[in-house]
C-alpha cells in the first residue's frame, strides 16, 4: 500500500491528521510553555482592588460649596440611605463607629471620606458607589465633615445623654 492510497483512505487519513496534531502540541508544550511557566516568577502586584485608603496623588475634589444647603442635603441623605441604622442617628456611633470622634479609621480628609462611601471599608461598611451618584456622596461627605462644628445641622441637643461611642 503506498502513502498515497493510504491517505486516501478515510480512516487512516484521520489517523495520520491526529498524529501530526499530537505532534505539534506535543512541538508548542516544550517550546512556549513548559519551559517558562514552572520557573517564572510570580508578579508582586495586588490584583483586584484592595481595601484601604488610596495613595495616589490625584484625588477627586468636592464640586459643592461648604454651606447650608449642602450640609442640610447630606443630613438628609445621612437619614434616608440609613446611614443612620449602623453609625447613629448624629453619627455618634452604633454597629458602625461614631464619624464624630476625632478618631478617624481611614482617615478625615474629604476624598478619604468620600472613599471610605463609595469604595466601602473592609469590615463591614458597604460599598455605596454603585448605589449613589457621586453627587450625593459628596453632599454625605460635607455633612460629615460638619459634624461638631458649629454649622453641624441640627446637632444633637446637648442636654441629653450622648450617643454611646463603641
Ligand atoms: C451596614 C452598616 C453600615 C451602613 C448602612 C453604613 N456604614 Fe459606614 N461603616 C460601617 C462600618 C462597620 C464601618 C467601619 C469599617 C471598617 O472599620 O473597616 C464604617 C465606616 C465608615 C466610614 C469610615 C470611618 C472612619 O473612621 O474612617 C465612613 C466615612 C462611613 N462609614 C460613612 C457612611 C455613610 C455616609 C453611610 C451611608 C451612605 C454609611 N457609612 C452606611 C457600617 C455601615
Not at 442635603?73 to 454597629?95: E, T, W
Request: with cysteine; glycine share 10%; proline share 11%.
Amino acid at each position: 500500500m503506498s502513502f498515497t492510497s493510504m491517505v486516501s483512505k478515510p480512516g487512516w487519513g484521520l489517523a495520520l491528521a491526529l498524529l501530526l496534531t499530537g505532534a505539534a502540541c506535543e512541538h508548542d508544550r516544550d517550546v512556549s510553555h513548559g519551559a517558562t511557566l514552572g520557573n517564572a516568577p510570580l508578579p508582586l502586584v495586588p490584583l483586584g482592588p484592595t481595601p484601604g485608603p488610596r495613595d495616589d496623588a490625584a484625588v477627586a475634589r468636592n464640586p459643592f460649596p461648604d454651606d447650608a444647603v449642602t450640609r442640610n442635603a447630606g443630613r438628609l441623605y445621612f437619614l434616608r440611605y440609613n446611614c443612620a441604622g449602623c453609625h447613629g442617628d448624629h453619627a455618634g456611633g452604633g454597629m458602625g463607629p461614631s464619624l464624630r470622634d476625632a478618631d478617624w479609621i481611614y482617615g478625615s480628609s474629604e476624598a478619604q471620606i468620600f472613599d471610605s462611601i463609595t469604595q466601602g471599608r473592609a469590615h463591614g461598611m458597604p460599598a455605596w458607589g454603585t448605589k449613589l451618584p457621586d453627587d450625593i456622596a459628596w453632599k454625605l461627605v460635607t455633612y460629615i465633615r460638619s459634624l461638631r462644628t458649629d454649622h453641624e445641622p441640627s446637632p444633637p441637643d446637648q442636654s441629653l445623654p450622648r450617643e454611646p461611642v463603641p
